[in-house]
């Protein structure tokens, strides 16, 4: 290629934004320090429009004409997996892995290879050599039979090897090690990632091929994270958490699916072992016949599930001048607008204290709904008073000290019937249980601590 067929352009390398000149912050992703320069061939300067015209070989027809296939979806054979995608990969689509390096994406791919019902399977590799996988796979205990691998990192090669071999589900470990020999930049850079991942995303369409393609997420702005790619993908996935052991599989983006769902993992000597009965997987193993102070219990929905956990709460005298909230699993600012309810609806006053808030297992809580239970943790750390043993309890609170109610109560109560509670407060909402489980509805913040000071 002739120099003066190329010319250099600034890409984030966060979101992909691209500028003509350098610039110290994304205006897209608000990155620092973000831009990379790239070399790129003249004609492609805007938008790749020599692959777009190149892709797109349809023929506009009629939505009644379109036929849809049987089995569209393939099982995974790994039933978290499945449930996350929404019941199995879509043929066809592209499915983006995003995760840390370590935290167990490729011992996810091979397993998944190994187990799932799709006739031909192809797992490319352009990080380990063939003798590193097989190793990996007789540790897992898989049928190596089953998997067809190929060691390459050239784009043309591996979508010549797609076409011959029309993988049912095929798997690309990693999209970062890929280059395609049009582009002047290194594999890796954010242009490589683009194209080659509209190429392949392309190829698996045309040959209704389920590809996953595994992506490193790291901090560092030299290797182009997934996020670049995540509008040129049909479903996005991250594997995150390690903490505690227990990996959880998220759905960022699900074009056939929810983004609800969640698979849970644990890394075992023989690879990653799903959960199949999590609901009480995040709480605390205690056998004591009272709880210790500072501990609440709720119940929150993931998807199709129920999971109850467990939240702690710690309150000690400031130790430097201001009084600080250190939390991580829970928002700061929730724990602190719960704390401000607390203390001006009912007389609890937290915030002159250094406060620690926690949530066993490891698990990130989001939902509205764990707001009475958070102010539940509150008040027994500040008060030094253990709540009733099988006590739980869910509902939003609102700035007036009101408790609303949430989304799925009987599926919550149900919950946590299931795993032994026997006492609920709940939100002044209209749901029926046929359960033997005592339920307080409570309208404000204030009846729910008298009744629990009450009952102790
Ligand atoms: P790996 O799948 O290589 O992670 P990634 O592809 O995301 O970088 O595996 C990560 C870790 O898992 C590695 O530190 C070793 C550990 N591991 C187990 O504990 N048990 C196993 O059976 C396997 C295969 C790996
Ligand atoms: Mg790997």
Redo the contacts with the bound molecule.
């Keep these: 290629m002739a120099v003066k067929d190329l010319t250099t352009r600034f890409a984030c390398s966060q979101c992909g934004r691209i500028e003509s000149k350098w610039l110290g912050r994304c205006p897209d992703c608000g990155s620092w320090n973000s831009f990379v320069e790239e070399v790129v061939k003249k004609s492609e300067k805007s938008s790749n429009s020599a692959l777009v015209s190149n892709t797109n070989k349809m023929q506009p027809v009629k939505l009644s004409k379109v036929t849809v296939e049987n089995n569209i979806r393939i099982s995974t054979g790994i039933s978290e997996l499945d449930r996350v995608l929404g019941g199995g990969a879509m043929r066809g689509a592209t499915i983006l892995l995003g ?10 791919m091979l397993q998944m290879l190994a187990l799932s019902t799709a006739a031909r399977t192809l797992y490319v590799s352009g990080e380990e050599s063939p003798s590193q996988i097989r190793l ?1 796979a007789d ?2 205990n898989i049928q190596s039979e089953s998997v067809t691998l190929y060691c390459d990192t050239r784009l043309e090669e591996l979508l010549k090897t797609m076409h011959k071999m029309k993988p049912d589900l095929m798997v690309i ?1 990693s999209l970062q090690t890929l280059s395609s020999s049009d582009i002047p930049s290194i594999a890796g850079s954010i242009q490589q990632i683009r194209v080659c991942s509209m190429e392949l995303a392309d190829a698996a369409r045309q040959l209704g091929t389920a590809l996953f393609v ?1 992506g ?1 997420v790291t901090k560092d702005g030299q290797i182009a994270g997934p996020k670049v790619i995540e509008h040129i993908v049909d479903t996005v996935l991250y ?1 995150d958490q390690a903490e505690t052991g227990v990996r959880l599989v998220r759905a960022a983006k699900n074009r056939y699916g929810t983004v609800d769902e969640i698979g849970i993992f644990l ?5 990653l072992v799903p959960v199949i009965d999590p609901a009480g997987f995040f709480l605390g193993k205690r056998k004591m016949g009272s709880l210790p102070p500072g501990i609440a219990y709720t119940a929150i929905v993931e998807g199709s599930r129920t999971f109850l956990v467990e939240i702690q709460a710690l309150t000690v005298d400031v130790k430097s001048g201001m009084p600080r909230v250190y939390s991580e699993r829970i928002e700061t600012a929730r724990v602190l607008r719960v704390a401000a309810v607390l203390e001006r609806h009912a007389g609890i006053r937290v915030t002159d204290r250094d406060v620690y808030v926690n949530v066993a297992g490891g698990i990130r809580l989001s939902e509205v709904s764990i707001e009475l239970a958070l102010a539940l943790a509150l008040y027994s750390a500040v008060s030094s008073k253990a709540l009733p043993l099988k006590l739980v309890s869910f509902g939003e609170l609102s700035l007036a000290g009101e408790i609303r109610p949430v989304v799925f109560p009987d599926k919550r109560a149900k919950g946590a019937y299931d795993m032994g509670f026997r006492t609920l407060l709940a939100p002044a909402s209209s749901f029926e249980l046929d359960l033997p489980l005592k339920i307080h509805r409570c309208t404000s913040i204030a009846e729910a601590i008298r009744l629990v000071s009450d009952t102790n």
């Design positions: 995760g840390e390096p370590g935290i167990g994406k490729s011992t996810l990996r540790r897992l470990d595994v490193h594997f890394m075992e000597e023989r690879g």
